[in-house]
């Protein structure tokens, strides 16, 4: 996949300043403790870190600065050397002009420097024993300050580099979001109280109370634009995967030998970074399922009197607080009678079914592990990953796929996404005394139906929902409750679901509110729970659930739609899993792209304790691990795998900055069953290794 490297610019930055500084604190200490040989190994470790990160972004000058002082260091490490004056001076003064470099690049300069080779120059020349410079700069430099002011501003610029940036964790928005959620729900119960308490007051009190609940009113608005000010901190650019994805969609549909156009326009929305992290892999299998089952041959289209030039189109739209994106093509569409034959072809026994079933119940197989109707597998229908995959992963991003297709018209997947993860819109109803939330992009509509016009079928009863026979169900069933409930109205409020198409009514008592919430997890105790998705607190704090709709919507269906784990299990083919263990958030997160968009289950750590602690928590098919990292190195890491008779197995694959004889060698005694240089990952070394091991 050819990766737009800009895409990791700024992580790229944060990460290089961090290392700098990190090393100017080390030169610090080495200045007091000269002998002390800890503070070379962090050095080394620090310095291949940047080395490593800088080749992966093909900042090329910057590594060869990096890898020529790294020699130094080597030196003074393998013979035994202390850590010179001298030396430290020149590890400050090309940490100093690295800053520099990477300011310009900040401002959209590349890493070309008049310095570089004057810099190398000296470095081999401290690494030789011989006299060197120590001191080095970027640039000309400009006339004097006109004044003192001037002259302290440029003082401030050189150490404060445009700092309109800083670097913050998403979990602390998360943190500061969950205080100002209790923050709101203690408002809205003040709020309650006092206008209780001015109900019962005298006249003369009005006044007093009437200015308090202006005030109370004031503070919730601006606490929910604080709230809006804060989400946005964790969204980012649509576009920032969109030009990626169509390249490495370009490439697919030249492998297939189809004429195809690909409408990928650019787009100024923005959406919650976990989702857009997670939407990769999700658009690049739809768009290889349009590629593979959507457009025809040339030939096909030509006698269907379409273009010989198929199209599919990736768009992008925002409604609210929701996002929707569409993947399109022109293709044959999808045939229910295929799906059909196939579904009557794997369980004959269920014909008298299946025959009667209608395009909806059809529809729900092609979101099932493993099922396809290709009778061959091509080199993208063959990779084992179906249409499950994205329905799971929207599940998990609280989305929704709605599918419309016409038979040789074309296909259209829409989903629909949270703008961000951090608060949801959704309706609280009530039902036997008790609250549920049920979040809004699964409900259609709501409804009020008179008892009368309830239709009983013979596994629930139905109603006429814009001609369609919708059924309806009562909610305490859904919700596993023993005590079942009794509605005596007339008029029964039904709140009409919908989830891949299906739709399903839910009887309430009554429609309570539309809000917006914070979402927590559920408690650990209900973990296993399928039937919740999270919880709220309402002003009371009393826990409300966050009802699990796909999970409710799967149990109760329109027609008998037939168990199909056995042709799950005989289809499947297994995802596996990878544990990237690298300490550069900017390598981590490039290997991760690259092997999330192969359709591999990525985790990572940030050395080799961490990795351990996730080995104990879940289960993974291959290792890719860096050398030099804080803590744990990659040998160790590999040592201790070796010796677990539960990690023992786990293919391992190293990683390194450059190619060294020494580490092949030491790689090959521990075990490890490949050895890659980080430049070689876009060549496809690095996939093409891990699917020799997972036998793919």
């Known amino acids: 996949m050819d990766l737009d490297k800009n895409l990791f610019k700024s992580d790229y930055i944060a990460e290089a300043r961090e290392i700098l500084n990190s090393l100017d604190e080390l030169a610090f200490k080495a200045a007091k403790e000269t002998r002390n040989a800890v503070y070379v190994t962090e050095i080394l470790r620090l310095l291949h870190t940047l080395k490593g990160s800088s080749r992966m972004m093909e900042f090329l000058q910057i590594e060869k600065v990096v890898n020529h002082l790294e020699s130094v260091f080597k030196n003074i490490q393998n013979n ?14 090309v940490t100093e002009l690295l800053h520099k470099v990477i300011d310009s690049i900040e401002d959209g ?28 700069s970027n640039g000309d430099k400009t006339d004097a300050p006109a004044s003192e002011t001037q002259a302290i501003r440029e003082e401030n610029s050189e150490y404060f580099h445009d700092s309109q940036t800083i670097k913050i964790q998403v979990s602390q928005i998360d943190s500061i ?29 009005f006044q007093a109370f009437q200015e308090v609940s202006e005030i109370i009113t004031v503070l919730e608005s601006q606490s929910v634009d604080i709230q809006k000010n804060i989400i946005s901190l964790r969204m980012l650019p649509f576009d920032m995967i969109l030009r990626p994805i169509k390249r490495s969609v370009v490439a697919e549909a030249l492998k297939t030998g189809k004429n195809i156009d690909f409408d990928i326009p650019q787009s100024e929305i923005t959406i919650d970074k976990f989702i857009l992290e997670k939407l990769p892999a999700i658009l690049i299998h739809l768009v290889r399922n349009s590629i593979d089952h959507g457009i025809e041959s040339p030939e096909e289209r030509k006698k269907l009197g379409k273009p010989e030039k198929g199209t599919i189109s990736v768009s992008v739209n925002q409604v609210a607080n929701r996002i929707f994106v569409n993947v399109k093509d022109d293709g044959h569409g999808i045939d229910y009678e295929k799906i059909r034959a196939k579904v009557l072809k794997l369980f004959p026994e269920r014909e008298s079914e299946l025959v009667s079933a209608d395009e909806t119940s059809l529809l729900q197989y092609i979101f099932s592990s493993g099922f396809s109707t290709k009778e061959e597998q091509t080199e993208l229908s063959g990779r084992g990953i179906g249409l499950d995959v994205v329905r799971t992963e929207m599940d998990k991003l609280k989305g929704k796929i709605t599918v419309y297709t016409e038979l040789n018209k074309g296909t259209s997947f ?73 509605n005596t109205k007339t008029e029964i409020s039904v709140v009409i679901l919908e989830y891949l198409n299906r739709k399903i009514g839910v009887m309430v008592d009554e429609i309570l509110h539309y809000g917006t919430v914070v979402i927590k997890p559920v408690p650990p ?146 075990g490890a069953q490949g050895y890659i240089v980080k430049s070689d990952f876009e060549r496809e070394n690095l996939t093409a290794k891990i699917k020799e091991l997972l036998n793919e």
Do not use: W
Request: charged share 25%.
């Open 525 to 670: 105790i209900l973990k296993n729970f399928e039937a919740l998705q999270g919880v709220v607190f309402d002003e009371n704090y009393r826990i409300i659930p966050v009802l699990n709709i796909p999970d409710t919507i799967r149990r109760f269906n329109v027609v008998n739609v037939y168990d199909i784990k056995n042709l799950e299990v005989k289809k499947t083919k297994k995802i596996h899993s990878i544990l990237v263990v690298d300490d550069s958030h900017t390598t981590r997160h490039i290997e991760q792209i690259i092997l999330e968009a192969e359709n591999y289950n990525v985790t990572t750590a940030v050395d080799g304790i961490d990795a351990l602690e996730k080995m104990k928590q879940y289960q993974f098919d291959l290792v890719i691990t860096d050398v030099k990292m804080p803590r744990m190195d990659g040998f160790v890491l590999l040592h201790n795998m070796r010796h677990k008779d539960e990690l023992k197995n786990i293919p391992v694959i190293i990683v390194s900055s450059v190619f060294e004889s020494d580490t092949q060698e030491k790689v090959k005694e521990l």
């Open 80 to 93: 035994q050397f202390e850590i010179s004056k001298n030396i430290i001076q020149l590890l400050m003064g």
């Open 177 to 205: 979001l969950q205080q100002l959620d209790k923050l709101i729900m203690r408002q809205i119960k003040l709020k309650k109280e006092i206008d209780i308490l001015n109900q019962k007051s005298s006249t003369s009190d």
């Open 414 to 486: 829409e989903l629909s996404l949270p703008a961000s993860l951090a608060t949801q819109d959704g309706l609280f109803v009530s039902v036997s005394n008790n609250s549920y939330l049920i979040l809004s992009h699964y409900i259609k509509e709501i409804v009020t139906v008179e008892k009368a016009d309830f239709m009983q079928m013979q596994h629930c009863p139905v109603i006429n929902y814009h001609n369609e026979l919708v059924p309806v169900y009562d909610f305490d069933i859904i919700n596993s409750n023993s005590t079942k409930h009794i």
């Open 109 to 136: 300069n590349d890493d070309s420097f008049a310095e570089c080779e004057e810099v190398i120059k000296n470095i081999d020349l401290a690494l030789e024993g011989e006299e060197f410079n120590t001191s080095f």
